[in-house]
């Protein structure tokens, strides 16, 4: 399988520099893919996990051009430069893969990233044959393997869901969902934005957490005319995330 990795855009804080981090909110570097973790970039360790699994193939990383090359070489294929859009830079790299049935999709952000974690994913989101495959982690897992993280969570039916960053995507639908996918990125910490979105029934549901993941899923196909599958991952690693200070200091704990 291929993959693209999501790792920045063109906007910057040219007064910060890397090492400047001085928000306990979000870190103010001009790329966090650029981060150094343990002496190493934080985009390194996911590119490391990608190229130990013998389920993925070839690798296209959109973000700083420049940079990105001079940190990764010849361990990644293709290197996009990137624009102020996720979903834009998706489009994109997803020009070097349209013959594929399935693309693999991930941020830079999650340095704890298994092999065990990705091929579980990719495996259940084969078996789902969706266009779109999200991944979330249920909280008592989280809870368990980190129990000093914070995250956001969605109270569903089933439990408390934080959602994750990587995604199988079928290219095929990228015309009919580009609008969809590029909120729910947008959205995907904020679970109440994120059910308006697909509606105010939703909202009230979530509110008394009578909502289901099957739900969301038909409501999705019936929105854009694709099959989509929520994909529970019982790997936490999925959606740590690094976005403020006690992120850098949770992840160094376990690298």
């Given at each position: 399988?291929?993959?693209?990795?999501?790792?920045?855009?063109?906007?910057?804080?040219?007064?910060?520099?890397?090492?400047?981090i001085?928000?306990?909110?979000?870190?103010?570097?001009?790329?966090?893919?650029?981060?150094?973790?343990?002496?190493?970039?934080?985009?390194?360790?996911?590119?490391?996990?990608?190229?130990?699994?013998?389920?993925?193939?070839?690798?296209?990383?959109?973000?700083?051009?420049?940079?990105?090359?001079?940190?990764?070489?010849?361990?990644?294929?293709?290197?996009?430069?990137?624009?102020?859009?996720?979903?834009?830079?998706a489009?994109?790299?997803?020009?070097?893969?349209?013959?594929?049935?399935?693309?693999?999709?991930?941020?830079s952000?999650?340095?704890?990233?298994?092999?065990?974690?990705?091929?579980?994913?990719?495996?259940?989101?084969?078996?789902?044959?969706?266009?779109?495959?999200?991944?979330?982690?249920?909280?008592?897992?989280?809870?368990?393997?980190?129990?000093?993280?914070?995250?956001?969570?969605?109270?569903?039916?089933?439990?408390?869901?934080?959602?994750?960053?990587i995604?199988?995507?079928?290219?095929?639908?990228?015309?009919?969902?580009?609008?969809?996918?590029?909120?729910?990125?947008?959205?995907?910490?904020?679970?109440?934005?994120?059910?308006?979105?697909?509606?105010?029934?939703?909202?009230?549901?979530?509110?008394l957490?009578?909502?289901?993941?099957?739900?969301?899923?038909?409501?999705?196909?019936?929105?854009?005319?694709?099959?989509?599958?929520?994909?529970?991952?019982?790997?936490?690693?999925?959606?740590?995330?690094?976005?403020?200070?006690?992120?850098?200091?949770?992840?160094?704990?376990?690298?």
């Amino acid at each position: 399988m291929n993959v693209i990795v999501l790792a920045g855009d063109k906007k910057t804080n040219p007064n910060v520099a890397d090492s400047g981090i001085q928000n306990e909110t979000a870190i103010k570097i001009h790329n966090k893919a650029l981060l150094k973790l343990k002496n190493k970039y934080m985009i390194e360790y996911i590119i490391d996990t990608l190229r130990s699994s013998s389920m993925i193939d070839k690798i296209a990383v959109v973000g700083p051009k420049e940079e990105l090359s001079s940190i990764l070489g010849n361990r990644i294929d293709y290197i996009i430069e990137g624009t102020d859009s996720i979903v834009e830079n998706a489009l994109l790299a997803l020009e070097h893969f349209e013959g594929d049935s399935q693309v693999l999709i991930a941020t830079s952000d999650i340095p704890m990233l298994t092999v065990e974690a990705l091929e579980d994913f990719i495996r259940k989101s084969l078996d789902a044959e969706a266009d779109l495959c999200y991944s979330v982690v249920n909280k008592k897992v989280n809870d368990k393997k980190y129990p000093e993280v914070k995250r956001t969570y969605a109270r569903l039916w089933e439990g408390q869901f934080t959602g994750g960053n990587i995604f199988l995507f079928n290219p095929a639908a990228k015309d009919r969902c580009k609008d969809f996918v590029e909120q729910m990125l947008e959205y995907r910490k904020s679970p109440a934005k994120m059910a308006m979105v697909l509606g105010f029934g939703f909202l009230i549901r979530l509110a008394l957490g009578v909502l289901t993941i099957k739900a969301v899923q038909k409501k999705s196909e019936r929105l854009l005319g694709i099959k989509g599958a929520v994909i529970i991952s019982e790997y936490p690693e999925v959606g740590n995330d690094v976005d403020k200070i006690s992120d850098i200091q949770f992840v160094e704990k376990y690298l």
